[in-house]
């Protein structure tokens, strides 16, 4: 299992949360995500390296800014 982690900004409450959670789903490759409006962490695993910037892309679209860790 490979684990990569990025820093988002913007995220304030649980629905935020569900909002990125929702969107980076639908990312090949994706099997767990951990995101933390309080932390502004995100924490994605995969069995192999997942699209680092399929990610950062992801959590765009749902309206918030992520670079990775």
């Given at each position: ?22 969107e980076v789903e ?28 399929a990610v950062i ?13």
């Amino acid at each position: 299992m490979t684990t990569t982690e990025f820093q988002v900004t913007g995220m304030t409450c649980g629905h935020c949360e569900m909002s990125v959670r929702e969107e980076v789903e639908k990312v090949a490759g994706v099997e767990g995500i951990d995101v933390s409006a309080q932390t502004g962490r995100l924490v994605v695993s995969s069995a192999s390296a997942v699209d680092a910037d399929a990610v950062i892309a992801a959590v765009d679209e749902a309206g918030y800014r992520a670079v990775a860790a």
